[in-house]
């Protein structure tokens, strides 16, 4: 029973009772009585009638509070003429209008951000309390490779891929650089963000573009045109003047010619190293268009396997070759692809060392022929990983970086897609895509 019929039947049992009385006491007295009997009327009827007016606020305050949580803010009430119910009336509708004016806004910022995240180059992935993954952006769906629908809903470590897995190592507010396929580069950040009292985490990834690459190509490029042409001119004046000091060796007193021949020769020798090394990274800038013709890309890797043979060894290194799946001639430049594979081959011999083995594969990636050249070597330093293609950046003592960046170039050139990825503790792998 609601408390309004209480009341309701409060008052008629208090007046029943009244009236019982009355007519006790009034028994025989037939003006009193009926008096009595008109003023329990009237007070019954002004009874209800405030009980109505009273419990007009309650039925107000449970209609507000319904739209309230259906959300309707439309919705607004008219003054009724009662001063206290109408300040509520009021200050409901004011409090409607700003709800109401609050949703249109947030709606229309959300719509917008939602347009700017849906276009924008930069991969988002937000993850929910639970740190599975709650929204991604198309352009966090093209660098993880993996549609939306099978993002949605799986925690993040489940995500294959070196990118995903990155994004789990990465704590809130750091910053990384990891490789993608086609010696692309992004740049990975993780922050945080409170969301009703909790803390949830969201990734941006930023593709390091193609454009980088070639602002970054132009910039090196310029800076070895310079040094080419300070260094040769350099050597090429020094070399004659030196040669030239040779000649004058029988002038020198006997007890002391050979000394000045042997000083001659070794800087005649230092100068020539420096030549060399002006034309290796001459050659990076240098790079001819690609001559394409068809190859046999089993052939060349025996060429490969023939030429590094003595090396490996010496260092006790096994070569195996898998075919997955024949690989028909593909058109490319040979004596350019012979080049980006003594690279990665060496590269691959030095990462064991000694005693492993290096296993190359020739199949299908995404439907296309490919060439997975993968060694048994400890795998990628976590420096190694974040400057993978970067210009000249060697982990060797001695390196100086042009073996990869050569690489890149050759491969780039002939619109080659490919990929250098390690797990933890390897294998290593070089993946060509023709």
Not at 161 to 180: C, F, I, K, N
Not at 230 to 259: F, K, T, W
Not at 353 to 372: H, S
Not at 411 to 429: A, I, K, N, V, W
């Amino acid at each position: 029973m609601t408390l309004r019929r209480r009341f309701a039947l409060y008052l008629v049992i208090v007046h029943l009772a009244a009236a019982t009385l009355a007519v006790a006491w009034l028994h025989g007295k037939g003006a009193w009585l009926l008096l009595a009997e008109v003023l329990l009327v009237c007070s019954l009827a002004a009874g209800f009638f405030l009980l109505r007016r009273l419990f007009g606020a309650f039925v107000f305050t449970r209609e507000a509070s319904q739209l309230l949580a259906d959300g309707d803010f439309m919705s607004r009430f008219r003054p009724v003429g009662q001063p206290e119910l109408d300040r509520l009336v009021e200050l409901y509708n004011r409090m409607s209008d700003r709800l109401r004016t609050e949703r249109v806004r947030l709606e229309e910022q959300q719509q917008f951000l939602t347009r700017i995240m849906a276009v924008s180059p930069l991969g988002i992935v937000l993850l929910s309390f639970d740190g599975e993954v709650a929204y991604v952006n198309p352009a966090g769906e093209r660098l993880l490779q993996q549609p939306a629908s099978d993002l949605l809903g799986k925690p993040l470590r489940e995500v294959p891929g070196a990118l995903a897995e990155t994004l789990v190592r990465l704590g809130d507010g750091d910053s990384t650089v990891v490789p993608l396929w086609g010696g692309r580069r992004a740049r990975c950040q993780r922050g945080a963000f409170v969301d009703r009292g909790f803390t949830r985490s969201f990734m941006v990834v930023e593709e390091l573009t193609e454009e980088l690459r070639q602002f970054e190509r132009a910039a090196y490029g310029k800076l070895i045109r310079m040094m080419s042409h300070e260094v040769n001119n350099s050597v090429g004046a020094s070399n004659s003047l030196l040669h030239s000091c040779l000649n004058y060796a029988a002038e020198i007193p006997q007890q002391h010619r050979a000394d000045f021949e042997s000083a001659i020769s070794i800087a005649i020798g230092r100068t020539d190293h420096l030549n060399a090394f002006r034309c290796t990274f001459a050659d990076v800038i240098r790079l001819p268009a690609p001559r394409r013709e068809p190859a046999d890309v089993g052939e060349l890797l025996a060429r490969i396997e023939r030429l590094t043979r003595s090396q490996r060894e010496e260092r006790g290194i096994a070569w195996e070759t898998v075919v997955e799946e024949p690989i028909p001639p593909m058109p490319m430049d040979v004596a350019q692809m012979e080049q980006v594979l003594v690279n990665v081959v060496k590269n691959a011999i030095e990462a064991i060392d000694r005693d492993g083995r290096i296993t190359v594969r020739l199949g299908r990636r995404d439907g296309r022929p490919a060439v997975v050249v993968e060694d048994s070597g400890p795998g990628l330093s976590a420096e190694a990983r974040q400057n993978l293609f970067t210009p000249f950046f060697s982990t060797k003592e001695h390196g100086q970086g042009i073996g990869l960046t050569l690489v890149q170039e050759i491969l780039s050139q002939h619109r080659f897609r490919y990929s250098l990825d390690s797990p933890e503790g390897g294998p290593t792998r070089f993946t060509i895509v023709f």
